[in-house]
């Protein structure tokens, strides 16, 4: 099976640009995260969709930061205008959901967007 | 908040030889699960084991194993017969069994394995 796919893979803007990013689940998965991860720390929680709705946005700076996952399959996260500190890697993840026998909630990673705000 | 800790920024292992990685966690709630990520060089995280804190029983998952102590609150994975492959970042995380919506990461192990 495919896994995770995210384009592009390397991004370098100037601040106060924008950018964009894309992500293409596992097929069948419901739900989809992106995270943050800053170097020397762990991924953080941005923003989780459950199909096409938004679950969990709380950690997203919604003034510059924005994310949709239309048809409820892939999904595209922005950041307009970029700044200094926006500098980091990017991770898009995947899973099931709720399948016949339970919660399947492991998470599927992709290869992530190196993002360099100069 | 939950909190997940590594105290280890860095460990190094003989290949063949048995390495564990620390971690602990705070957290006030009974249901939870607790995760350890891989992260090689290529930066694709990959699950390699999964513990329900509800189990006493250890996860193990071929040469990777947790020793998970639930009233101390930690979660320390054991890789046995290391293997040149297995350098990477590991990443410990919890997630809340009452908010799926709740993963917290710890800041990473970075082990390296001598040849």
């Known amino acids: 099976e495919a896994g995770v796919a995210q384009s592009p893979r390397y991004k370098i803007i100037e601040k106060r640009q924008s950018v964009a990013f894309w992500c293409n689940p596992i097929s069948g998965h419901a739900t989809l995260y992106w995270y943050q991860q800053i170097l020397g720390q762990g991924p953080k929680l941005l923003i989780q969709f459950q199909n096409n709705g938004v679950v969990d946005d709380s950690q997203l700076p919604k003034d510059r930061f924005s994310a949709e996952r239309l048809k409820g399959v892939d999904s595209t996260l922005k950041i307009q205008p970029a700044k200094l500190e926006d500098s980091a890697v990017y991770l898009c993840a995947s899973s099931p959901g709720w399948v016949s026998g339970g919660l399947t909630d492991t998470q599927y990673f992709g290869p992530g967007t190196r993002l360099t705000v100069l | 908040a939950q909190t997940v800790t590594q105290s280890q920024p860095e460990m190094s292992v003989q290949e063949a030889e048995t390495v564990t990685l620390s971690c602990t966690y705070d957290?006030?709630?009974?249901?939870?699960?607790l995760f350890w990520y891989k992260q090689p060089p290529s930066r694709q995280m990959i699950l390699v084991i999964r513990q329900e804190a509800y189990k006493q029983q250890n996860a193990t998952e071929n040469r990777f194993s947790v020793n998970f102590q639930k009233a101390a609150k930690s979660f320390s994975l054991k890789i046995s017969d290391s293997q040149l492959g297995d350098a990477a970042m590991y990443f410990c995380?919890?997630?809340?069994?009452?908010?799926?919506?709740?993963?917290?990461f710890g800041a990473g192990t970075r082990l390296t394995v001598k040849p």
């Open positions: 957290t006030s709630e009974s249901d939870y699960y």
């Open positions: 995380a919890y997630r809340s069994g009452y908010n799926n919506n709740d993963m917290r």
